[in-house]
């Protein structure tokens, strides 16, 4: 089986497919199609692999591809050393991961001058030959024979000897995997704090004296332990138990060597087999599993990173409304900005009804009038510092429209991001002669009206869902928050004629420069009237045509179907659709009865399958459907504005904003998320809290413990005679994630604790894996 048949069948393996509908997906991909093409447009090509699958297999895919370049890297160097045996070739060949080929490669690899190495020079090497081969001899005896000029005493001779079985001992690929899964099964994480770091680390006090399973870690608190001990605050440790441990590891590395008795040479070697695991194979495995567990850790930090951000992302927007922005302030007073329905600024302004100017009146006119004069329809209001306050504000001034008038709906946003938005080069861009503080109004209300359209002017890893995101690999998590804003653009679908480049640059085959080439274009031109004139852009070939039209929408263009998912290849499939029913495709679209009446194998042809049939049914059904949730808002109860105001058994209403691997944090409208631990969650056990809640679920919340002094809420889900876990999911909320201001600074407050048994108190002790730590 060559190379790329084994890797076809391994990632088979890995993601529930056939071998043959992964080669059809890679041969696309190495074509420049991108992953939500290939899920949507390509069906039949790989028999259904949805986006999911497809991302699986595209990282799976560098993974074992660079895995292959390195096999033939160290066959080539061993071959290169006149060592490559038939065996050894095999064991390459059978390598299933990187760790594997390197132990393989260990006693071949080129290395630095070791004790070893001289002690061969020294001609030690057949009497650790002849200790092996005769253990009935006492080695002290058979060392005498070889003191020369260099090894001038038996003891030399012997340690010589015992360099040399121990540097083979620490190259035996069959011995180090057997040692690497007796450690996994079998060690400990331990950490201690640094003499005379206590009162500098005291944030990560919970992990000054702790131990814990290795293979069992949580990310959040490897995480800590990782960054405790990067800052010296700790020192970490990975090891069996010392009772048993060193025994059995001793055994194991016996087992290797051979020894069954109890002859001269064998207790000889018992003593090397111990002293190898203590002053040797122990550190490297403690290494390796250190290693092991980093990755494993950032893996899983960098998927609920990733989790939580799609949810951000498709979260429900608010749609084409004239909404006013507000970003709370005390002394330098509240930003205000007028979006239109567009999402296009009509007026800004600062209002100053707090400290040191306590100009309500004047702030009250001054909100009243962008209201009446824009026919303001919502009105967002930034999350941070003084949020309540300025909603309350809000609440009195709009108490004073006429009775007739139909007020404007107060709606709390997240703020994240918003800060970095607004002294971005983008936003310079956008609103070159606006204030700074002023661009993050502006950002508020658009992100009300449309999350993904606003999110995506803000670098994935500043929006603030993750957890540690500073500590892993930043690579890794970018590429993966990537491939998160890629998705989430490409399902919900791009207005060809009103996205900014910062969003176009997502859809799939375009890109940075070929976004701003449209927008270029747009406005030279004017709007497009069809998909077909986007051939026109400079830079923009057919490639780029098939991987982006279909995800572009024209609403009342020269083309129909422009405005719908239906890609442009498969028109004459749609025209035939609507000419077996006899009508205008105008009238036909949206016909949810005649359309379902048909029967999508009659349309199927060589070139479209089934799968494409159906979709362009669907799309027909409801063109153009966005397929994120109804807007719907969190209401805060009034009088609870503080962390003071909390009472245990309050009934609360909150949104979710962030999901870790130990439970969800609620904002329910007192500048401090809640913890809902994820042992109460439901009346259920929960594993994993995303089968419960997710980022921006409005949810009904009881507060079970509140601590003032440090800063925390515990909060249950628990049905305790109220409403049951179903019913308190009410349904996804609007506000993006917690980031920016309030929900910032509780996530860089909140002090790294070690896991507690029992209630509320190990939920909160459990919160240590707040963002920006």
């Known amino acids: 089986m060559d190379t790329s048949a084994q890797i076809f069948e391994t990632i088979a393996g890995e993601i529930g497919a056939q071998p043959k509908q992964v080669a059809a997906a890679v041969g696309l991909l190495d074509e420049g199609a991108t992953v939500p093409f290939v899920a949507r447009y390509r069906k039949e090509v790989t028999g259904g692999l949805d986006d999911t699958q497809l991302r699986k297999l595209s990282e799976r895919l560098v993974y074992l591809r660079e895995m292959e370049d390195r096999r033939k890297a160290i066959v080539d160097s061993i071959k290169s050393q006149g060592k490559l045996t038939d065996e050894l070739a095999r064991s390459l060949a059978l390598a299933k991961t990187k760790a594997e080929l390197e132990d393989i490669y260990l006693p071949y690899k080129p290395k630095r001058r070791t004790k070893a190495m001289i002690a061969r020079e020294n001609g030690l090497e057949p009497l650790i030959d002849g200790i092996l081969a005769d253990r009935a001899a006492v080695p002290e005896a058979l060392a005498a024979g070889y003191i020369t000029d260099t090894v001038k005493t038996v003891k030399e001779a012997l340690d010589g000897a015992r360099d040399i079985l121990m540097e083979r001992l620490a190259e035996n690929a069959a011995l180090l995997g057997e040692l690497r899964a007796f450690m996994k099964a079998e060690a400990f994480l331990t950490s201690k704090v640094v003499a005379g770091q206590e009162e500098k680390g005291a944030k990560f006090s919970d992990y000054f004296d702790h131990r814990e399973p290795w293979a069992s870690v949580p990310s959040h608190r490897a995480l800590a332990m990782l960054r405790a001990s990067k800052e010296e605050v700790v020192s970490l440790d990975i090891a069996p138990d010392p009772e048993t441990g060193p025994a059995r590891a001793g055994q194991i590395i016996a087992n290797t060597i051979g020894i069954s008795g109890a002859a001269p040479g064998d207790k000889w070697l018992r003593a090397v087999a111990d002293w190898t695991w203590r002053v040797k194979l122990s550190i490297t495995m403690m290494i390796d599993l250190l290693g092991d567990l980093r990755a494993r850790a950032q893996d899983e930090a960098i998927a609920v990173f990733a989790r939580n951000l799609r949810d951000l992302l498709l979260a429900a927007p608010a749609g084409s409304r004239p909404i006013l922005g507000l970003d709370p302030g005390i002394r330098t007073g509240v930003k205000a900005a007028v979006v239109d ?78 800060s970095v938005y607004s002294a971005s080069e983008l936003a310079a861009k956008e609103f070159p002669e606006l204030d700074v503080s002023l661009r993050g109004a502006v950002s508020i209300a658009r992100r009300l009206q449309d999350p993904l359209a606003e999110l995506v002017k803000i670098e994935p890893k500043s929006i603030g869902v993750g957890q540690y995101q500073h500590d892993v ?70 490639k780029a045509f098939q991987q982006s039209a279909g995800f572009l929408r024209i609403r009342d263009g020269e083309e129909p179907l422009d405005a719908s998912a239906v890609h442009p290849e498969a028109y004459g499939v749609a025209r035939r659709i609507v000419e077996s ?136 889900m628990k049905k305790d005679g109220g409403e049951s876990a179903r019913e308190q999911r009410l349904a996804r909320g609007t506000q993006p994630d917690p980031k920016g201001s309030r929900q910032a600074a509780k996530y860089g407050s909140s002090k790294p604790q070690a896991p507690a048994q029992g209630g509320l108190g190990a939920a909160l002790l459990e919160a240590m894996q707040r963002k920006g730590r």
């Open 473 to 542: 690999d930043q690579y890794q998590l970018g590429r993966s928050l990537g491939a998160v804003v890629e998705d989430a653009v490409n399902a919900v679908g791009v207005d060809l004629n009103t996205a900014s480049a910062p969003l176009l640059a997502y859809v799939s085959g375009l890109g940075t420069s070929l976004a701003e080439a449209i927008v270029e274009h747009r406005h030279a031109n004017g709007a497009f009237r069809s998909r077909q004139e986007l051939l026109k852009v400079s830079r923009l070939g057919p």
């Open 341 to 418: 329905s567009t999402g296009k600024l009509l007026a800004t302004d600062t209002l100053y009804p707090f400290q040191p100017k306590n100009d309500v009146r004047g702030a009250q006119a001054s909100l009243l009038r962008l209201v009446t004069q824009h026919n303001v329809e919502l009105i967002a209001i930034g999350n941070g510092t003084a949020s309540r306050e300025t909603e309350r504000f809000v609440a009195d001034a709009l108490s004073l429209l006429p009775k007739e008038a139909k007020a404007p709906t107060k709606v709390i946003v997240s703020e994240a991001g918003a």
């Open 581 to 716: 029913c006899g009508r205008d495709i105008r009238s036909l679209m949206g016909d949810t009865a005649k359309l379902r009446a048909l029967k999508p194998q009659d349309f199927v042809s060589e070139a479209f399958g089934l799968p494409t049939v159906k979709d362009i049914l669907a799309e027909l059904e409801k063109p153009g459907r966005d397929p994120r949730p109804s807007f719907k808002t969190a209401t805060f109860t009034d009088g609870v504005e503080t962390i003071k105001d909390l009472k245990p058994g309050m009934q609360l209403e909150g949104t979710v904003t962030n999901v870790a691997a130990f439970g969800a944090f609620v904002d329910i409208g007192v500048h401090q998320d809640g913890l809902v631990h994820v042992s109460q969650l439901a009346d259920r056990f929960v594993k994993d809290p995303h089968e419960v809640v997710k980022a921006g679920d409005i949810v009904r919340v009881r507060v079970v413990e509140v601590d003032v002094a440090r800063n925390r809420i515990g909060l249950t």
